[in-house]
């Protein structure tokens, strides 16, 4: 049974850093993308960055191109998301998802993925 743990969520002042993780087990990671998602009150969810686990290509939004980085430990099946310059509107529930088949130009629709995490709360306040 494939299992996706996020942690590392917390609240932040604006312009801080915060670096959540994804842990998964249960399946292997060969063939899949894995990546995060968030959701604010009141609004859908949003693709947000993905790596394919072979080759390690990464994707993201353009919200948060140049300030957010997606990572993993291989060896830990673990993915990384390394939040840098925050902002207000980056507050939400950060979603770890998995899925695997995906076409490059599906990677950013959530209801490709077949696995979610629980979801880490991340708040940008002062």
């Known amino acids: 049974q494939v299992q996706l743990v996020e942690s590392g969520g917390g609240l932040v002042q604006p312009g801080g850093s915060l670096r959540i993780s994804c842990a998964a087990s249960g399946r292997t990671l060969r063939n899949s993308a894995m990546g995060w998602f968030r959701q604010a009150p009141g609004k859908d969810r949003e693709f947000i960055a993905v790596m394919r686990w072979n080759g390690g290509n990464t994707y993201y939004a353009d919200s948060v191109k140049g300030r957010f980085s997606i990572s993993r430990d291989s060896a830990e099946n673990t993915l990384y998301l390394q939040m840098n310059s925050l902002k207000a509107e980056d507050t939400g529930i950060y979603y770890c998802?998995?899925?695997?088949?995906?076409?490059?130009?599906?990677?950013?629709?959530?209801?490709?993925?077949?696995?979610w995490g629980q979801g880490t709360q991340v708040t940008v306040s002062s």
């Open positions: 998802a998995l899925g695997f088949g995906i076409i490059l130009s599906s990677l950013s629709f959530s209801g490709q993925y077949d696995y």
